[in-house]
């Protein structure tokens, strides 16, 4: 069996910048990605705009040409393809990482197709892939969606927008903008106020006019078929509804890291044990990259502020291989 220098996990910014360092650097690597290129930015939904300049997205020293000074998710999967075609990435798509065991000083990595030998490992499996439950009755219904894709199906709807942050205030505005009956929980007395700057105001004075019913300090007790009920500061409210779109967040997964045996740490951020100036974790040889080094604060990176761990992994690999010789 062929032995890799480096078997990356992820092909989302984070595992492609590591996958171009490796191959300005001549390293044998293989970039394993369980769903589609870039597969978190391309489940966002269908109209999102970054709030990073489409500058601070780009990577590979390839510049990233967008129409405005915000690129879209249409604009973002056009740039991260062209970038993967000209630098010609090794990726296998839909196949999904199953084990990790070692072997000597090699790690096996078992797949859902096959088998590899590999001296490193990099994991950039970020963390969209795992929402973050309201844990409460009803919440399996198929009216209750944890992503949002796309206002037209809410048309004429009632819909309860869980949540105060980006998300939330996005989904909230754009359904109501095309006809929904929108109402929003937030569990705190008012909304993330570093929501995009050109959202929080637009929202705030959609809620103000009662164009959009806000409940604050209020939390979902119970969800059924054509209701909700909330627990808000004057008591128990039920209200109509047709459908939840809960903006709750994500988070790593972490049942994943920890198969592969890496530690958590126990504080209540719950972020992956790592050495942070080479980013490898507690198994050696065995690195993190991107956002899922964040635990449960996954608002603290974006792309903007991890393009740089690609440099910073792949330097140390081949300060290790440069040792051996």
């Given amino acids: 069996m062929e032995i890799l220098d480096i078997l990356i996990i992820g092909a989302g910014p984070a595992g492609i910048c590591c996958g171009i360092e490796a ?16 597969n978190s930015i391309y489940h966002f939904p269908t109209n999102m705009t970054f709030f990073s300049t489409s500058k601070k997205l780009e990577i ?14 249409k604009e973002a999967l056009e740039y991260y393809r062209r970038i993967v075609e000209s630098w010609d990435l090794k990726i296998n798509h839909y196949e999904e990482v199953l084990d990790m065991i070692p072997e000597n000083t090699l790690y096996r990595i078992k797949t859902s197709k096959r088998e590899y030998l590999t001296k490193s490992v990099v994991i950039g499996s970020g963390y969209f892939d795992e929402v973050r439950k ?4 009803g919440e399996d219904l198929p009216k209750v969606k944890h992503y949002y894709d796309d206002a037209h199906p809410y048309i004429g709807q009632k819909v309860l927008v869980i949540g105060a942050a980006n998300s939330a205030c996005d989904v909230a505005l754009e359904t109501w903008q095309k006809g ?22 637009n929202i705030e004075n959609r809620i103000k006019a009662g164009e959009i019913q806000a409940y604050f300090n209020t939390t979902v007790k119970e969800i059924s078929a054509k209701e909700v009920v909330l627990l808000t500061p004057d008591g128990e409210k039920v209200i109509e509804n047709d459908f939840v779109l ?3 967040g994500y988070k790593p997964n972490y049942p994943f890291l920890e ?3 890496i530690k958590i740490n126990e504080d209540e951020d719950k972020k992956p044990v790592m050495n942070p100036d080479t980013f490898e974790s507690n198994l050696k040889n065995v690195y993190l990259a991107g956002v899922v080094q964040a635990g449960l604060l996954t608002s603290k990176l974006f792309i903007e502020n991890t393009r740089h761990h690609g440099e910073i992994i792949i330097k140390d690999i081949l300060d290790r291989m440069n040792e051996k010789r």
């Fill in 23 to 38: 191959k300005k650097n001549e390293l044998n690597y293989r970039i394993i990605e369980k769903g589609v290129l870039v």
């Fill in 60 to 73: 590979g020293d390839t510049p990233f040409i967008s129409h405005t000074d915000k690129p879209t998710r």
């Fill in 134 to 137: 309201l844990n409460v009755p």
């Fill in 180 to 201: 929904s009956d929108v109402t929003m929980a937030v569990r705190g007395n008012k909304l993330y106020q570093k929501v995009k700057y050109w959202i929080l105001p």
């Fill in 246 to 248: 809960a903006m709750t």
């Fill in 259 to 261: 198969k592969l045996g």
